[in-house]
């Protein structure tokens, strides 16, 4: 048995992590490495957020140049799958829409859902927030350089009757067995703010890409 419970023989584990990826960076990647070491996860599907109903920007990409982007950095890295779930859905993007579609197109497996911090303490604000953690684990992450609080990490209030803090594993367990899980990363410090802030700026931003991506956004002119 590891550290978080896995066993010989367990159900194969797949982590979602959902974001605009406007454009995806290494700090997402990073990210999702970390994360699948410490939870044994098999893969990590980057599901692009096509229509995020919190965003009140618009994308400074579209759709289709996030989708290539993503995929040239998930090419080569057999831990990374990318997906249109939701870019294929018609509507808003909701977390638990794609955890339920995740769920039929990957039976037998366990869901781990990725969700940085910030994001999570909006999660009472979400589409069914006491549906998630029935459909699946929950990873609340850290962001590299903020204080990080892990005991602001609890579940939505509409679904916190259905859980209780376990201490011996440091978690919220759900009565379905799915856990609600803070974990620091040891991630990059970047944003796809700060990349677009950079092109913009015509200062250096390669750096803070995979190569194909950086080459990408060149050869197309984005973001300038």
Request: aromatic fraction near 6%.
């Amino acid at each position: 048995m590891t550290a978080n419970g896995a066993t010989a023989g367990a159900r194969p584990r797949i982590g979602i992590l959902g974001g605009t990826f406007d454009p995806i960076h290494r700090g997402h990647l990073a990210s999702a490495t970390d994360v699948s070491r410490t939870f044994a996860l098999g893969r990590v599907l980057l599901v692009l957020s096509a229509r995020p109903p919190h965003k009140d920007e618009t994308a400074h990409a579209s759709v289709e140049d996030r989708l290539a982007m993503l995929g040239l950095a998930a090419a080569g890295q057999p831990l990374f799958e990318v997906s249109d779930v939701e870019a294929r859905r018609p509507g808003a993007s909701y977390t638990v829409d794609t955890l339920r579609e995740v769920g039929r197109t990957h039976p037998g497996t366990e869901l781990y859902l990725i969700v940085g911090v910030d994001a999570w303490r909006e999660v009472d604000t979400w589409h069914h927030p006491e549906e998630l953690l029935a459909l699946a684990n929950v990873i609340v992450t850290s962001r590299p350089g903020a204080d990080f609080t892990p005991i602001d990490v609890i579940p939505p209030v509409a679904g916190r009757s259905a859980c209780c803090y376990d201490s011996s594993i440091s978690s919220y367990l759900h009565r379905s067995g799915h856990r609600l899980t803070a974990h620091q990363i040891a991630g990059v410090d970047v944003s796809s703010t700060d990349v677009r802030r950079r092109i913009r700026d015509q200062l250096p931003f390669e750096h803070l890409l995979p190569s194909p991506v950086a080459h990408y956004i060149r050869q197309h002119g984005l973001y300038a």
